[in-house]
């Protein structure tokens, strides 16, 4: 059983910084696309940013530019560099993980992300 624990959100003022982690347990990591999401009040989830086991990365058009998304295999974690905040990016980021080869998907708890104007 694959479990992800997110850290790193909080309180920041627009043009700020974040760093948001996803430890990943329980699966071998390696197998693993990772990927960060997230919800706004009243709105559906969306995919923000995604990295393949492989090092692939990906990004929703509104962060390219200002968001980073990276792994460290060794400490099997997962993380989204996010710069230049916006008041738009305030929303609760999920972390997922997807296994390579059966499509299985694994979420965390969410972690909230406030930027205020």
């Known amino acids: 059983q694959v479990q992800l624990v997110e850290s790193g959100g909080g309180l920041v003022q627009a043009g700020g910084s974040l760093r948001l982690s996803c430890a990943v347990s329980?699966?071998?990591?390696?197998?693993?696309?990772m990927g960060w999401y997230r919800q706004a009040p009243g709105t559906q989830r969306e995919l923000v940013a995604g990295?393949?086991?492989?090092?692939?990365?990906s990004y929703a058009d509104s962060v390219k530019g200002r968001f980073t998304i990276s792994r460290d295999n060794a400490k099997k974690t997962a993380y989204l560099q996010m710069n230049s905040l916006k008041p738009d990016d305030t929303a609760v980021y999920y972390c997922?993980?997807?296994?390579?080869?059966?499509?299985?998907?694994?979420w965390g708890k969410g972690t909230q992300v406030t930027v205020s104007s």
């Open positions: 997922n993980a997807k296994i390579i080869f059966n499509g299985i998907n694994y």
């Open positions: 329980g699966g071998i990591f390696g197998l693993l696309n």
């Open positions: 990295i393949s086991n492989g090092g692939s990365t």
